[in-house]
T-cell receptor
Framework: EDQVTQSPEALRLQEGESSSLNCSYTVSGLRGLFWYRQDPGKGPEFLFTLYSAGEEKEKERLKATLTKKESFLHITAPKPEDSATYLCAVRRRNSGYALNFGKGTSLLVTP | EAQVTQNPRYLITVTGKKLTVTCSQN?????MSWYRQDPGLGLRQIYY???????DKGDVPEGYKVSRKEKRNFPLILESPSPNQTSLYFCASSPHRPLYEQYFGPGTRLTVT
């Protein structure tokens, strides 16, 4: 069965303490991996799309990378405003246009 | 302002009473989708639409209906709500290219008693 697993479920960092979030997937025929950020009480906000192993995308303190089995969201020198839940989603071949989301990693950055 | 709007934002209803959650976008997007978000289960896609009069099932379509008669609107219909449909619902839209840069609405919290 196709699965998207995110780890850790929750992460607490000090401001400036860099770390990485993981999204591992077991889908047949990946057709894209997507990262979103969700603030409490709000809808998810698009961050990145990755299509092929080796691809990297950056935005401010965030950098997303993709291998054949997993994606990492690296957070460099995080600030309290980076606190949010980060969601990973995949589109698999022959799924039409449906997306499979992981359960998310809840990130808290303390001053 | 480019946005996706949903109404109502909060709704408490009783089992079996038909309801509609509206979704509207002002970005002329072709693609629209409905998700539900539940603790421990994450976001799951209910239905999506590639354009007017074109809809398809996502992963959890049972108990829901949708229609896409106009490009900007994509209502979600619960003909006979049940308690297991208590959830947080999100509508999303995106342009045809790039397809998955989805813009999400603010969410509708539905409670069915």
């Amino acid at each position: 069965e196709d699965q998207v697993t995110q780890s850790p479920e929750a992460l607490r960092l000090q401001e400036g303490e860099s770390s990485s979030l993981n999204c591992s997937y077991t889908v047949s025929g990946l057709r894209g991996l997507f990262w979103y950020r969700q603030d409490p009480g709000k809808g998810p906000e698009f961050l990145f799309t990755l299509y092929s192993a080796g691809e990297e995308k950056e935005k401010e303190r965030l950098k997303a990378t993709l291998t054949k089995k997993e994606s990492f969201l690296h957070i460099t020198a995080p600030k309290p405003e980076d606190s949010a839940t980060y969601l990973c989603a995949v589109r698999r071949r022959n799924s039409g246009y449906a997306l499979n989301f992981g359960k998310g990693t809840s990130l808290l950055v303390t001053p | 302002e480019a946005q996706v709007t949903q109404n109502p934002r909060y709704l408490i209803t009783v089992t079996g009473k038909k309801l509609t959650v509206t979704c509207s976008q002002n970005m002329n997007h072709e693609y629209m989708s409905w998700y539900r978000q539940d603790p421990g289960l994450g976001l799951r896609q209910i239905y999506y639409s590639m354009n007017v009069e074109v809809t398809d099932k996502g992963d959890v379509p049972e108990g829901y209906k949708v229609s896409r008669k106009e490009k900007r609107n994509f209502p979600l219909i619960l003909e006979s709500p049940s308690p297991n449909q208590t959830s947080l619902y999100f509508c999303a839209s995106s342009p045809h290219r790039p397809l998955y840069e989805q813009y999400f609405g603010p969410g509708t919290r539905l409670t069915v008693t």
